[in-house]
């Protein structure tokens, strides 16, 4: 069983920032990369950056040169700092992992999502 716990949502007004994480906890192998999604009301999940076991990162055309993606290995844990925010970064955010659950056998995995709320 893997679970994936994200935290820090919330209110923020346009131009603040926030931070979120995202702990991943259970029986696995190893993890092959994490990454951050999100859905807006009434639109589909969009991909807002990965990163790789190799500290490799990929980033939305959107939020690229306001958030950052960092993972720290040894406590399997996510972060995912926003700066600048817009009302359009507004959504459900959503912390994803790719791993394996044993030498062979590897899946994705999401967490329950945490709210993002940015007033204008």
């Known amino acids: 069983q893997v679970h994936l716990v994200e935290s820090g949502g919330g209110l923020v007004q346009a131009g603040g920032s926030l931070g979120l994480s995202c702990a991943a906890s259970?029986?696995?192998?190893?993890?092959?990369?994490m990454g951050w999604e999100r859905q807006a009301p009434g639109k589909e999940r969009e991909l807002v950056a990965t990163?790789?076991?190799?500290?490799?990162?990929n980033y939305a055309d959107s939020v690229k040169d306001r958030f950052r993606i960092t993972r720290d290995n040894a406590m399997n844990t996510l972060y995912l700092q926003m700066n600048n925010l817009k009302p359009e970064d507004t959504a459900v955010y959503y912390c994803?992992?790719?791993?394996?659950?044993?030498?062979?056998?590897?899946?994705?995995?999401w967490g329950q999502g945490t709210q993002v709320t940015v007033s204008s």
């Open positions: 259970g029986n696995f192998f190893r993890i092959i990369a």
């Open positions: 990163i790789n076991a190799g500290g490799g990162r």
């Open positions: 994803n992992a790719r791993l394996y659950s044993d030498q062979r056998t590897w899946g994705d995995y």
